[in-house]
C-alpha cells in the first residue's frame, strides 16, 4: 500500500513536470487496465496534489513578499542611504506587493483546467 502510494506520487511529479492533460492521463491510465472508478479516484487524487502544490507555492510568495515588505519599510524608516530611499520606499515596496498578490493569485484562484 505505501509503495502504491510513493509511485502514485512519483507518477503525480512526473505528470505535472510533463503538464500532462487530463484527456492524456485517463488514456494512460485506461493502458495500465485501471476501471473507470480507479481512474477517476487517481484523477482525484492527482488533482487535489496539485492544488496542494500551487497553495504551498502561494504560501510561500505570500511569505517572502511580506518579508521584502518587512525589510523595505525598516530600510525607509532607519534611512541607511538616504539617496536611495525612494527605491526603498516605492521600488521595493512595490516588488513586495506584487509578489505578495501573486501569491494570493496562486491561493485564491482555482486553475481553469480544475474547474466543473
Not at 488514456?27 to 472508478?37: F, M, P, R
Not at 525589510?71 to 530611499?85: A, D, F, G, H, Q
Not at 527605491?87 to 509578489?99: E, I, K, R
Request: glycine share 8%; hydrophobic share 45%; with cysteine.
Amino acid at each position: 500500500m505505501v509503495q502504491a502510494q510513493t509511485n502514485a506520487e512519483i507518477d503525480f511529479r512526473k505528470w505535472q513536470h510533463d503538464k500532462i492533460s487530463k484527456s492524456r492521463v485517463f488514456e494512460a491510465l485506461a493502458n495500465q487496465g485501471l476501471s473507470s472508478e480507479e481512474i477517476n479516484s487517481v484523477w482525484q487524487n492527482y488533482s487535489r496534489f496539485r492544488i496542494e502544490h500551487r497553495n504551498t507555492r502561494g504560501w510561500l510568495w505570500m511569505g517572502i513578499g511580506g518579508f521584502a515588505g518587512l525589510i523595505s519599510c525598516v530600510l525607509t524608516m532607519l534611512e541607511p542611504l538616504p539617496v536611495l530611499r525612494g527605491v526603498f520606499m516605492y521600488g521595493l515596496t512595490s516588488v513586495a506587493v506584487a509578489m505578495a498578490l501573486y501569491g494570493c493569485y496562486l491561493v485564491m484562484e482555482k486553475p481553469a483546467d480544475e474547474e466543473g
